[in-house]
């Protein structure tokens, strides 16, 4: 059975950082395609990056290149959300997903698999 857990959500002030993580059990993530995807409040979850079978990066929002990273630790079968330069706008609910495979996507219905979220919240 595959499970992604998200972790690291806080609340931080505008300009700072925070890493976000996802740690996966019954799938070894060095294979596949890790989403990161977030919801705003009263907004629709949208995806923000990826990171593909070959750790090819994709943004799918441009407010965060330059801000935000995804990387992956082989040996703990965890993915991590970097993010810096936090603004107000990026508040939102965080998820980690797979595909099951290694290719990315921003729709978030190619997505078989899916963490709960972890709430990041900017605001001084």
């Known amino acids: 059975q595959v499970q992604l857990v998200e972790s690291g959500g806080a609340l931080v002030q505008p300009g700072g950082p925070l890493r976000l993580s996802c740690a996966a059990s019954g799938i070894t993530l060095d294979y596949y395609a890790i989403g990161w995807f977030r919801q705003a409040p009263g907004k629709e979850r949208e995806g923000v990056l990826c990171?593909?079978?070959?750790?090819?990066?994709?943004y799918y929002v441009d407010s965060v290149k330059g801000r935000f990273t995804i990387s992956r630790d082989i040996a703990k079968n965890t993915v991590y959300l970097q993010m810096s330069s936090l603004k107000p706008e990026d508040t939102a609910v965080y998820y980690c997903?797979?595909?099951?495979?290694?290719?990315?996507?921003?729709?978030?219905?190619?997505?078989?698999?899916w963490g709960q979220g972890t709430q990041a919240t900017v605001s001084s």
């Open positions: 997903a797979t595909p099951g495979s290694t290719y990315c996507s921003s729709n978030d219905y190619y997505y078989d698999y």
């Open positions: 990171i593909s079978g070959s750790d090819v990066i994709t």
